[in-house]
């Protein structure tokens, strides 16, 4: 039976054990105090250090995808543009030097070297289907310089019948589309 003196405590929280104190929660495999409980306070603050890593985790690697994805398109953007300067350099030497095969007998060497340079840079960065075309403008052009020149009439026959004269199409479609492709990738 109950003595008047000993007094009854009221039910515990749930998570409370006998011989627990107030605000002590047990975990099995964690780092324990004095009783063999873990203080509410360690919980919070390893939750909290545990959120910092992964959130960390998270925008670091976020930040690193985001980095590489815009180092690549800068990248594309430098190539597309080294390309499209030599096209343009390559189109006016070629333009000038087949302008001056129609005209005159007389080659200029300095020109064709130029544009040999720039046919080698082509293979460099280009596909075989521009270099080929390149390579078809500067032999039409060097066959051009050993056909007897044209007169004036002749070059006007030649512009309106459209042959002959538009030596650059080709490669200036096939470049077009090599670029165009840049845009794509």
């Known amino acids: 039976m109950r003595t008047a003196s000993a007094k009854v405590s009221p039910p515990s929280i749930a998570l409370m054990t006998a011989g627990n104190s107030e605000g002590m929660l047990p975990l099995a495999g964690s780092p324990v105090g004095i009783n063999g409980y873990m203080d509410i306070a360690y919980l919070s603050t390893l939750s909290a250090l545990a959120g910092s890593i992964v959130g960390g985790l998270t925008s670091g690697a976020a930040t690193w995808l985001s980095q590489r994805a815009q180092a690549r398109e800068s990248k594309l953007a430098r190539e597309m543009a080294r390309r499209d300067d030599l096209y343009k350099e390559f189109i006016a030497a070629a333009s000038k030097a087949y302008g001056e095969a129609i005209v005159s007998n007389e080659p200029n060497v300095q020109e064709f ?46 512009a309106q019948s459209g042959s002959g004269i538009d030596l650059l199409k080709d490669f200036s479609e096939v470049a077009r589309e090599e670029l165009r492709a840049f845009t794509t990738l």
């Not at 032999?139 to 004036?152: E, L, S, V």
């Open 113 to 158: 070297v130029a544009l040999y340079a720039m046919i080698s840079r082509m293979r460099l960065q280009s596909p075989p289907q521009t270099v080929a075309c390149a390579e078809k403008i500067m032999r039409a052009t060097i066959d051009t310089y050993f056909a007897p020149g044209k007169t004036i009439r002749e070059f006007h026959e030649l």
